[in-house]
């Protein structure tokens, strides 16, 4: 069965960095476009940030852009985001999502698996 699972959240003060880790096991992600998205509460899933499967095409959302930074290790079935310069407003469960239009449509409706969510508080 295939599965991501994150690690790496966890409570960090405004301005620090943390460093997510989605791991695939189950079957090959090497092929798909990997991303994150986080849903604070009371708010809506929205998209953080996705790469294509050779790494060559990156997208990040406004939010984020300088900030935050996807790599991934296709040999590894791994995928990363490397957080900094962490404000509040990035306090979220962060999930990491693999799918063919994810990089395109940047909706959660692309994701075609989900991993079970990581969370990150930021504290001031």
């Known amino acids: 069965q295939a599965q991501l699972v994150e690690s790496g959240g966890g409570l960090v003060q405004a301005g620090g960095s943390l460093r997510l880790s989605c791991a695939g096991s189950?079957?090959?992600?090497?092929?798909?476009?990997m991303g994150w998205f986080r849903q604070a509460p009371g708010k809506e899933r929205e998209f953080v940030g996705a790469?294509?499967?050779?790494?060559?095409?990156?997208y990040y959302a406004d939010s984020v852009k300088g900030r935050f930074t996807i790599s991934r290790d296709n040999a590894r079935n791994t995928v990363y985001l490397q957080m900094n310069s962490l404000k509040l407003e990035d306090t979220a469960v962060y999930y990491c999502a693999a799918g063919d239009r994810v990089l395109s449509t940047r909706s959660p409706d692309a994701v075609e698996y989900w991993g079970q969510g990581t969370q990150v508080t930021v504290s001031s």
């Open positions: 790469m294509s499967w050779s790494g060559g095409l990156t």
């Open positions: 189950g079957r090959t992600f090497s092929r798909d476009t």
